[in-house]
């Protein structure tokens, strides 16, 4: 199994920073890429949550048009880590941000999620 653990997130106001830091464990025999994705208040749970951000393995980032230029995703592959640097920070932003590790376990190659981390951007 493995096992995807956010921490950070909280409250800000508009145009402040917060910084999420994501960690997978357990039994991983590859890591493939690992992401951020987030679902905005009022969205229907059954609906795809938005890619924020995401990361492979020793390869390139990729952004959200919306998130693009104020958000930095980056890696610490030795630790199977991704932080999300949040910056200039706007309500729209506020969600609930669910951090995604694609890799293959011992059940064969699937995403992991987290349990969520809540931020919200408000005056």
């Known amino acids: 199994q493995v096992q995807v653990v956010e921490s950070g997130g909280g409250l800000v106001q508009p145009g402040g920073s917060l910084n999420l830091t994501c960690t997978a464990s357990g039994t991983i025999f590859s890591t493939y890429a690992m992401g951020w994705y987030r679902r905005t208040p009022g969205q229907d749970q059954g609906t795809q949550r938005e890619?924020?951000?995401?990361?492979?393995?020793?390869?390139?980032?990729d952004y959200s048009d919306s998130v693009e230029g104020r958000f930095v995703i980056s890696e610490d592959s030795a630790k199977n880590t991704v932080y999300l640097q949040m910056n200039n920070l706007k309500p729209a932003d506020t969600a609930v941000y669910y951090c995604n590790h694609y890799g293959r376990g011992a059940d064969g190659a699937k995403d992991y999620w987290g349990q969520g981390s809540q931020v919200v951007v408000s005056s």
């Open positions: 890619l924020v951000a995401s990361i492979l393995r020793g390869g390139s980032a």
